[in-house]
């Protein structure tokens, strides 16, 4: 009995600690969202398809001085094989920023605090294209093609799409235009 009790009050003190935290969160200061925005982007896979690879003898790692700039500017493009499309595979670039798949060619964006990044956009822009999967965040804009993995983002807490959006605001602007997908 005594050790059900204590169980039991165990389980309403960690209920009401992870109120207290979902509270807090809501609650963070500016640094704090940053802080979060990082270890957010980090644990949730976005340096997978947003930073280029370097290739050493440990295989790819990310390319430190181009964190989240995208689809390296001036690399060659991949081809748009049109038995790809027919096929039914899809490819994906060595640096894990580019895909050829029947549904065209795609390019990982920009996403460093430079203006060929996503510097210049708004809140609601950015969770309209995070969070809706509309290019560049704009209402009438195309969808944006795989793997961008925007469904896996729709339901995240807005607490958590302001920390990434402050983090990715707060990078080391790299400058990189990114070519413009081909859709087929
Ligand atoms: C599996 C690969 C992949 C992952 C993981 C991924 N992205 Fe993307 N992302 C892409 C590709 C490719 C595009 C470009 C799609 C297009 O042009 O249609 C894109 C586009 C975007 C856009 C829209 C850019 C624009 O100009 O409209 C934003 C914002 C974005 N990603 C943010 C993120 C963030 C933040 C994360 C991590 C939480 C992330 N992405 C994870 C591949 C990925």
Not at 20 to 28: A, I, P, Q, T
Not at 32 to 51: A, F, P, Q, W
Not at 56 to 80: A, C, H, I, M, T
């Amino acid at each position: 009995m005594k050790r059900l009790l204590i169980i039991m009050a165990a389980g309403v003190w960690f209920a009401s600690c992870s109120t207290v935290s979902s509270k807090e969160k809501e609650g963070l200061s500016q640094a704090e969202k940053i802080e979060r925005g990082k270890y957010l982007v980090t644990i949730s896979g976005c340096h997978d398809c947003h930073t280029p690879k370097l290739f050493g003898s440990k295989g790819p790692v990310l390319d430190s001085n181009r964190l989240l700039s995208g689809y390296r500017e001036g690399s060659p493009l991949p081809p748009y094989d049109s038995t790809i499309a027919k096929s039914g595979w899809a490819l994906m670039g060595m640096e894990g920023t580019s895909m050829v798949s029947p549904l065209g060619v795609s390019y990982a964006a920009n996403i460093t605090s430079d203006e060929t990044g996503i510097g210049s956009w708004s809140f609601e822009q950015f969770k309209k294209a995070f969070t809706k999967g509309k290019f560049k965040g704009l209402d009438n804009a195309r969808p944006l093609l795989p793997p961008m993995p925007w469904e896996n983002y729709a339901h995240m807490a807005e607490v958590d799409v302001e920390s990434i959006f402050l983090y990715l605001k707060s990078t080391t602007p790299v400058r990189n235009v990114v070519p413009a997908a081909k859709i087929q």
